[in-house]
């Protein structure tokens, strides 16, 4: 089996951060430091909890003053990166709340090990036009971390962390922040800019529509933005982004010989196969989807949209074939009963089937 995500703060990893605290600071405890940390309870954790209980210890055993503390982390910080690096930021939120200059120190070098984007947004709370103006000038650092930080931390919905309700119900500050980065050199910070402009999109839709509007067709770079960004609105089958895209109404386009399994075992798969076709020249610019009616605990239906491909199509008719796994997963339980399955094209529901889970 794979190594469980957050068996990256292993035994060892405790080990060796403990030991380049002491080799930084010689009154480090590591033994007592060690033992704080893998207490009882430690294989019960998850990633983050195991996170925040490194972060409180480290608090603990360094020192009381926090720009000393800070100090002695940055240099241990540079022995670690990824996921096992985030202890360290996450320091900074658990004790610099109160020395903004500091932690603003602190975080932009951190988040060049991993990312900063968690911690940050403790400040946004706190201090929200002091740290709106810092990660502007974040915005423009010649570092992609940095100003990948600039768009990442700010993002309304970010996973795994808590939301930031202000920028939910009014994101013109976000907005103005990561804009200007639309069009920037590292993908990196593009896909950023896209993914907290997709977030905006589910609490503030018109603003991410009139954005799409006055930047599309700019450049390449920012067209591959756009349409990332505007990814939740294709899925809901918006008509107006999906006309931006040039997915128009596909009234000519119908659909003959649709297979599909009449039932279905959990762990196994829906194949479902049919063609489209039209009287035109061609089937012109399709995106084509299918949506699965899920049944839930209580009975009622959950439906969840999955896309199958888009492209311009020359021809006159596509044979499509594809499949739906019920192997089970940790992140959606399967119920048995009647489910549907729709075929959706350019938004539009054309073709509806049901099946049975058992």
């Not at 469980?4 to 080990?15: C, F, G, N, P, T």
């Not at 100090?71 to 900074?92: E, Q």
């Not at 403790?122 to 036009?129: D, G, L, M, N, S």
């Not at 798969?269 to 076709?277: G, L």
């Amino acid at each position: 089996m794979p190594e469980a995500l957050k068996d990256i703060y292993s035994v060892e990893l405790i080990h060796s951060i403990a030991k380049d605290c002491q080799e930084y600071h010689g009154d480090f405890n590591k033994e007592q430091f060690v033992d704080d940390i893998l207490l009882d309870d430690w294989q019960q954790l998850e990633l983050k909890q195991r996170m925040r209980r490194i972060a409180e210890r480290l608090g603990d055993y360094l020192p009381k003053n926090y720009p000393q503390a800070i100090d002695i982390l940055l240099l241990v910080a540079k022995n670690y990166s990824g996921l096992a690096h985030m202890c360290f930021p996450d320091f900074v939120e658990q004790f610099g709340l109160d020395d903004f200059k500091t932690s603003m120190i602190a975080l932009e070098k951190l988040t060049e090990g991993s990312t900063s984007e968690f911690a940050i947004r403790a400040f946004i709370i706190r201090y929200p036009k002091q740290t709106m103006a810092q990660m502007k000038r974040w915005s423009s650092s010649n570092n992609e971390h940095i100003r990948r930080l600039a768009s990442e931390g700010c993002r309304p919905r970010l996973p795994w962390a808590c939301a930031l309700p202000e920028f939910k119900k009014e994101p013109q500050p976000v907005m103005k922040l990561i804009l200007p980065l639309i069009d920037d050199e590292s993908l990196y910070v593009r896909r950023s800019v896209a993914n907290n402009l997709n977030d905006i999109s589910k609490d503030n839709p018109k603003k991410v529509i009139a954005a799409t509007k006055q930047y599309l067709g700019q450049s390449k770079n920012i067209d591959w933005v756009i349409k990332h960004a505007c990814r939740g609105l294709l899925k809901k089958g918006d008509i107006e982004v999906l006309s931006l895209f040039g997915f128009s109404k596909a009234d000519h386009v119908k659909i003959k010989q649709f297979e599909f399994e009449q039932c279905v075992r959990i762990g196994e798969k829906q194949n479902f196969k049919f063609e489209i076709h039209t009287e035109k020249e061609a089937l012109g610019k399709l995106r084509i989807e299918f949506i699965v009616g899920f049944m839930k605990a209580n009975g009622m239906r959950s439906e969840k949209i999955f896309k199958i491909t888009e492209g311009e199509y020359k021809d006159q008719q596509k044979t499509i074939v594809k499949y739906f796994s019920f192997k089970p997963i940790s992140t959606r339980k399967y119920y048995s009963g009647v489910h549907d399955l729709f075929i959706v094209i350019n938004g539009i529901k054309v073709k509806q089937a049901t099946f049975e889970l058992v």
